[in-house]
């Protein structure tokens, strides 16, 4: 499978992300771009998930429909052509990392698919959810993980 060039001028891959971008800071979503996105991909899907979550696996963000063409998204923005769906906190939008005080580094792992026909999703999709609905759809898809420690 192609691969998609997901990267952030807010943070490196496998590094920490701002309290800017936090819950508990200002709670805006980071500034995205990429690349390499298949010319027949239909549309993206964004996600972004937390697997160290005491919990199981939290979503921290979800957005379907993001057009192809683009190239990326300013911090604090929905993806363009994109809708957001409901995080893990029951908001609709970006919901910053906000691992337990005291936990080791947690990981938030951004990743985008460029999927082959439209995404259909619950409008407070799992991470399981949004992993199984482009199973099998996925054209291409790229993943950047940054770390956030309270």
Do not use: K
Not at 4 to 26: P, Q
Not at 75 to 96: D, K, S
Not at 120 to 125: A, E, G, H, K, R
Request: contains cysteine; negative net charge; hydrophobic residues 35%.
């Amino acid at each position: 499978m192609a691969g998609i060039d997901l990267s952030s001028s807010a943070f490196d891959d496998h590094s920490f992300i701002a309290r800017r971008y936090a819950y508990e800071g200002d709670n805006v979503s980071p500034p995205l771009t990429w690349s390499g996105v298949p010319d027949d991909a239909a549309e993206l899907v964004l996600l972004c998930e937390d697997p160290d979550a005491p919990s199981g696996t939290f979503t921290h963000w979800v957005v379907v429909g993001i057009d192809p063409r683009s190239d990326g998204v300013d911090a604090g923005q929905c993806p363009p052509g994109g809708t957001e769906l409901t995080n893990g906190y029951g908001e609709q939008g970006w919901g910053g990392p906000q691992p337990p005080p005291g936990d080791e580094a947690h990981r938030y792992f951004f990743r985008l698919y460029a999927l082959r026909d439209p995404c259909v999703l619950p409008d407070s999709p799992t991470a399981a959810q949004v992993h199984q609905a482009v199973d099998g759809q996925q054209l291409a898809s790229g993943t950047l993980v940054g770390l956030y420690q309270r």
